[in-house]
């Protein structure tokens, strides 16, 4: 009885936690066009609107709360057990977008990509990493699919990022015991930052020099990795989508165009034409000029 209660109240907590304000009356960018251009393997990083997502947002200190990588459509996946696993754990139809991500109360799943048709997002694509290794980027975040959300290590960077003269590095965390935790579990960050260091792509390496100068990088622990850290790496471009884009629509009109109404033939060739109106009269001036001289003719006979 005891273990059905503490169930169900940690789950009405979970719910709480999901549960999501209204989204905005405008929408905050132009999805159609991030849609078509959104390639496997781009991290998405999305503002929540949840009251967990206030809590990373609050700990992390970024506007990013949570962080997915885009799969694809599972027809487009060419390595077939890829494939396979995806539509596995998959209830859309295989031409829809997806992106995988891990959700607290949901663990590791996948998601169409249009569930954050209404949030603010922002696109961070690894820059010159090769299909290769965006394939096996994909492989490795879908081999973890069904893993639980690792709350404790959520819990645990908020104990990290305390000010170092309140609590003691050992005391803050185990963020840096080797291999603490279940690997059954995992939070978004940490998985996309294990998936693109097992390919050697970095996305905020240790530096460290050697005594004789030479300079050697080194991977991050993955537990310390959160949302804004894909955001200010120099080895992920960003994109975005606005949904008005003031500087690219109509553009020619900022072009240095002369006097309105010029038209040229060549350089330093420039005239006024002539117009509809002004055509016309010279047309009727001209059939009253020619009826006039047929006139004068006649009667001079």
């Not at 967990?52 to 990588?69: L, M, Y």
């Not at 663990?107 to 290769?132: A, E, F, M, S």
Request: glycine share 4%; proline share 7%; hydrophobic share 35%.
């Amino acid at each position: 009885m005891l273990n059905r209660f503490s169930e169900w109240l940690r789950n009405r907590i979970i719910e709480r936690l999901n549960r999501e304000t209204d989204p905005p009356g405008l929408p905050l960018s132009d999805f159609e066009r991030l849609g078509d251009e959104i390639r496997p393997c781009d991290v998405l990083l999305v503002e929540g609107r949840s009251p967990v997502s206030n809590i990373i947002r609050t700990v992390t200190q970024t506007p990013w709360s949570h962080s997915a990588v885009y799969v694809g459509r599972a027809q487009d996946i060419d390595v077939p057990a890829v494939r396979a696993r995806v539509e596995q754990f998959s209830r859309c139809a295989p031409d829809r977008q997806l992106v995988l991500e891990a959700i607290l109360g949901k663990g590791t799943i996948l998601t169409p990509l249009d569930k954050y048709h209404n949030y603010r997002v922002r696109l961070c694509r690894p820059g010159g990493i090769t299909l290769q290794d965006r394939q096996r980027v994909i492989a490795f975040v879908v081999e973890h699919l069904g893993t639980d959300y690792d709350l404790r290590q959520l819990i645990d960077l908020a104990r990290f990022m305390f000010p170092y003269g309140i609590l003691p590095r050992r005391f803050r965390s185990t963020l840096f015991v080797h291999n603490a935790g279940p690997e059954t579990r995992t939070v978004c960050s940490t998985l996309l930052a294990e998936a693109f260091q097992s390919v050697s792509f970095p996305i905020l390496p240790v530096v460290l020099h050697s005594q004789t100068g030479r300079r050697k990088l080194y991977n991050r622990n993955t537990r310390l990795f959160t949302p804004r850290d894909f955001d200010i790496s120099p080895y992920f471009d960003i994109l975005k989508f606005p949904y008005q884009t003031f500087n690219e629509q109509a553009a020619y009109h900022q072009l240095p165009w002369g006097d309105h109404g010029l038209v040229c033939d060549d350089d330093g060739d420039c005239y006024v034409p002539a117009t509809d109106n002004e055509l016309e009269t010279d047309r009727q001036e001209h059939v009253e000029t020619s009826e006039t001289l047929v006139s004068s003719k006649v009667s001079t006979r």
